[in-house]
Every structure is written in C-alpha cells, then in structure tokens.
C-alpha cells in the first residue's frame, strides 16, 4: 500500500480507540493538515473498505476500522509510544514496594499492580515451580493401610496426597523409603520427574518395589501437579467501566480465564496481541489481549495478558507490559542469585 493510504488507515484507528466513533474525511483531512483533499481521502476509504479493511455505517458517512483493519494497523503501521523517565521511575517504585516471600507472590502482585496502571484486568500464567526442586519427602502413618505423603520443595511450597496401600508397612521399609527418596530425588528439578525417570528409579527399589512404588507413584503426581501452569486473573473490575462489553461478555471473560491462557501459550518472547476471533472456542469476539512472556534462568516462567477491547489502546498499553515483564524477569534472574548465594554460604558452614 502506498504511504498515504496506510496514513489514512492509521488516523482512523487511532481516533476509532480514541472514541469509539466512525471516522470522516473532513477529520482525516484536518488531521493530516490538509495535505490530502477530501475527494482524495474518501476514494482511499473507498478503496480500503473494498479490501475489507474499513466499512461502512449506515447511519454515519464515517468509516470503521474492520478486524483486517485493525491487524493490519498492528502489524504494519502502529508504533509504541515509549514510557517516559517519569513513567518508568512509578512502575520502578512500584516494584520496590512489592513484598513476596516466593516467586509466586511475586507474579500475583505484579500483575496487580499493572491491572492498576493499565486501568485493565490482567490474565498471568505461571509456571515458576518447575524451576523448583525437592527439598524433603515424608511419608506418615495416619491409620491402618493410610499413609500420608509430604513434599517440598525448594519455593516453599507444601504438597501432600494421602495413600491407601494394601498392607501396613513395617519400621524398616519406612526407614528405606525415607533414605532412597533422600538419595534419588533430593536436589531434582521437579519437571524432571517424568515418568522414565520414576521407572528408572524404581528399579533400585529392589524387593521394596511392590510395597513402596505406589508411594513413588505418588511422588511423582504430585510433582507434576506443582509443575503444572498456575493461571490468575485480577482487575476483572477495571472491565465494569469498559463500555464495549456486555455484562455478559464480561462474566464471561472472566469464567474463560483458563481459555485466555492458551491464547497467552504462543508468547515466546517480544509482545504478542491476539483477538477473540483469533480462537475457535472463545465466546468474545470483540476483545484482545496483549501478551508478554517473562523468564527465569533464561526459561519462559510465565506471561501477562492485559484484557481489553479491540479498540484498547495498543500503542499506550504496549510499553507498560513489556517494561512491567522485563522488571518481573529481573526480580526472578536476583532472586534466583540470592537463593544461590545462601545455599553456597549454608555449604561453606
């Protein structure tokens, strides 16, 4: 396209998220100090509408930008706005101010705080535990046949499953279940546990295997329940004020947060927006959400989508996530440095 058309696009999605309204010539020309005539913009319009990247109200000689509009000004024409030193010092102080005992917390009140700065419900996955290892497994009689499995991990986090075996275990196979978890799974990353490392493993439970492997078993569920993506919403109030929503494509934003999930799977790195329309499965046509990931350890340990309409504005929103996920990578990459440092002193004692 030439460079006029894609101006003209661009000046009719920036006033269409700016107010919602179908955008004229006359404004395009003024907006444009009249480079352009009027008869020229609207044979542009014209044009683009044909394309399907415009259309047409009835009750209004103005132009809408189409969802191909709206892509297309994504993808080719829209250019972020940078926060400024001021902007950035207030998402900076506000990180200074975030208390977190565990990475998880972290995240959680990160995404708060930029559902709070964005004035938008923010969706954050979470996958921050399978960077965790195992730190102690118990197991403890609680009746007769019933044992109670006890895991931890290196984040602090308390799992436990109560299993049922066939027979009570006697002192001496408690005391070699104890030893050979302290041996085999002590210190190993809990999305290593897959199941050909728990089968390899339990060879060396020798003529133990039969009684204790349902407690292996079980150790291993639970690892994959710890490793398992956490999916979290907050600001869901910040849609109440936004008009482009029904009630009841709210609730249903907000009863689909695992769905907007999956549309946050794609973000690798760098900034990702996709639509309602983009999923076959998700109710909400007109809304978008802009997705950017953030790391652990040079991983991907999760992402922040900011929620909004598809008339949200791109160009605001934009910076703000991706200055918010690069602050949430920092905060995990120091504290990861900080456990490490304090388990080399602990060594050294």
Do not use: W
């Amino acid at each position: 396209m030439e460079n006029r058309t894609l101006r003209i696009l661009e000046t009719i999605v920036d006033e269409y998220i700016r107010t919602g309204e179908a955008v004229g010539s006359k404004f395009i020309a003024e907006k444009l100090d009249n480079k352009f005539s009027s008869a020229t913009i609207r044979n542009e319009m014209a044009s683009l509408e044909q394309q399907g990247y415009l259309e047409h109200t009835h009750t209004s000689s103005g132009r809408l930008p189409t969802f191909m509009g709206l892509k297309l000004y994504l993808e080719k024409i829209m250019n972020p706005e940078e926060l400024s030193e001021d902007e950035k010092s207030e998402i900076d102080r506000i990180f200074e101010g975030i208390s977190a005992d565990t990475d998880e917390e972290l995240i959680e009140n990160a995404g708060r705080a930029l559902a709070d700065i964005t004035k938008c419900a923010i969706v954050s996955t979470n996958a921050v535990n399978k960077f965790s290892v195992i730190t102690k497994v118990d197991v403890i009689p609680t009746g007769k046949r019933m044992y109670v499995l006890l895991l931890i991990t290196s984040e602090g986090n308390i799992k436990n499953r109560v299993c049922r075996l066939s027979f009570d275990l006697t002192n001496e196979q408690m005391q070699f279940f104890t030893q050979f978890v302290n041996e085999h799974l002590q210190g190993v990353n809990l999305n290593e546990l897959s199941d050909e490392y728990i089968e390899r493993i339990s060879e060396s439970l020798g003529t133990y295997m039969l009684s204790l492997s349902p407690l292996l078993k079980a150790v291993a569920d639970l690892s994959a329940e710890l490793s398992e993506s956490h999916v979290g919403m907050t600001g869901e109030k910040n849609l109440l004020t936004c008009t482009d929503f029904s009630n009841a494509q709210i609730v249903e934003i907000m009863e689909r947060k695992d769905e907007l999930s999956r549309l946050l799977d794609d973000t690798l790195s760098g900034i990702q927006i996709k639509f309602g329309k983009d999923s076959d499965t998700f109710a909400v046509t007109n809304s978008s959400i802009i997705g950017s990931s953030f790391s652990k350890d040079g991983k991907k340990a999760g992402s922040f989508g900011v929620i909004g309409p598809m008339r949200i504005d791109y160009k605001k929103i934009i910076p703000y996530i991706e200055y918010f996920s690069s602050k949430v990578t920092r905060a995990l990459s120091e504290e990861e440095e900080i456990k490490q440092i304090r388990q080399n002193e602990e060594e050294a004692d």
